[in-house]
């Protein structure tokens, strides 16, 4: 158990919509970095926010949005979904302090577009 | 921009013996690290072992150690008296370190994995 949870484990929607992830980063930890896992992109960088503020990005649609609340809890909203955005999306957290600025990652959340 | 090559899609290897995983980088920074994370069929990802690139030592974590040429690009992954947990997809990880003021840069440059499956 990295100590970095996601909520929830399996999402099924519909073309059009639009969901939230959530991610809990392990105690003490202020950076969050989320990551979109595909069969045809394999694994990507998205954003990373620390201590509430954005850091870096990658290749987030303009579609996705992220935000980090002052708990330091991250989500991750997806909208007007399409079906090649069915892919399995984690969560990462780090600290500058401890091992610095390696990332464990949560157990993940698998979205289904249908 | 950083890129990072796995060239074996799978390998396989009996249960007790040695199999090493080859990843090759392309980077133009000078300070960085890399990393091994296991994505075994629970799909969760656990960091193997981590190497930062000022060091000359080869990172050890008990039956897992890594090769780092820095000259070369080089990054493999030595995995000894392999058991039957170690089956999983296996990525290579490439990181710039973080600058003086003290965040990360953050985004992890992963390779497309080897799948490694080891036989009883």
């Not at chain 1, 519909?14 to 930890?29: E, H, I, M, N, Y």
């Not at chain 1, 620390?50 to 330091?72: C, H, M, T, V, W």
């Not at chain 1, 399995?88 to 302090?97: H, I, N, Q």
């Not at chain 2, 960085?32 to 296991?38: E, G, H, I, T």
């Amino acid at each position: 158990d990295s100590g970095v949870t996601q909520t929830p484990k399996h999402l099924i929607t519909a073309t059009g919509q639009r969901v939230t992830l959530r991610c809990s980063p392990r105690s003490g930890d202020l950076s969050v970095y989320w990551y979109q896992q595909s069969l045809d992109q394999g694994l990507q960088f998205l954003i990373q926010y620390y201590n509430g503020e954005e850091r870096a990005k990658g290749n987030i649609l303009e579609r996705f949005s992220a935000q980090q609340f002052p708990d330091l809890h991250s989500e991750l909203n997806l909208s007007s979904l399409e079906l090649g955005d069915s892919a399995l999306y984690f969560c990462a957290s780090s600290s500058p302090f401890r091992l610095t600025d390696t990332q464990y990652f949560g157990p993940g959340t698998r979205l289904t577009v249908l | 921009a950083q890129t990072v090559t796995q060239s074996q899609p799978e390998m396989s290897v009996q249960e007790a013996e040695t199999v090493t995983l080859s990843c090759t980088y392309d980077t133009s920074e000078n300070n960085y690290y890399l990393f091994w994370y296991k994505q075994p069929p629970s799909r969760q990802m656990i960091l193997v072992i981590r190497q930062e690139a000022y060091k000359q030592q080869n990172a050890t974590e008990n039956r897992f150690s890594v090769n780092f040429q820095k000259a070369a690009k080089s990054f493999s992954l030595k995995i000894s008296d392999s058991q039957l947990g170690d089956t999983a997809m296996y990525f290579c990880a490439f990181m710039k370190q973080r600058n003086a003021g003290g965040t990360s840069y953050g985004k992890l440059t992963f390779g497309q994995g080897t799948i490694l499956t080891v036989h009883p």
